[in-house]
């Protein structure tokens, strides 16, 4: 089992920048790819960034593509996603996620761990 914590969530405005992190803890070293999803109220939960535990590689939505950057210290077990230029559409409850696997990647169902969310509000 894998186990995922977030942190670094809160109230911004339009045009700031804040920093995610998300630690995982457990048997770590089956994690092939670990990622962010998240949750804005009465939508569905959608995949953000993604990489790679290895190579980091990494695959962005459209919606952060450039303004967003995920990376990761995979000695920490750690995984970071920098938000500059935030939007008001870009509230949400985001999500650490991580797997063992290589596919659906940018699907929920490629994900069998996910951590409990943190919390970003950005007012316009």
């Known amino acids: 089992q894998v186990q995922l914590v977030e942190s670094g969530g809160g109230s911004v405005q339009a045009g700031d920048s804040l920093r995610l992190s998300c630690v995982a803890s457990?048997?770590?070293?089956?994690?092939?790819?670990m990622g962010w999803f998240r949750q804005a109220p009465g939508k569905e939960r959608e995949f953000v960034a993604t990489?790679?535990?290895?190579?980091?590689?990494?695959v962005y939505a459209d919606s952060v593509n450039g303004r967003f950057t995920i990376s990761k210290d995979s000695a920490e077990n750690t995984v970071t996603l920098q938000m500059n230029l935030l939007r008001s559409e870009d509230t949400a409850v985001y999500y650490c996620?991580?797997?063992?696997?290589?596919?659906?990647?940018?699907?929920?169902?490629?994900?069998?761990?996910w951590g409990r969310g943190t919390q970003v509000t950005v007012s316009s």
């Open positions: 996620v991580a797997t063992s696997g290589l596919i659906n990647l940018t699907r929920r169902s490629g994900y069998n761990y």
């Open positions: 990489i790679s535990r290895n190579k980091g590689k990494t």
């Open positions: 457990g048997q770590t070293f089956t994690i092939l790819n």
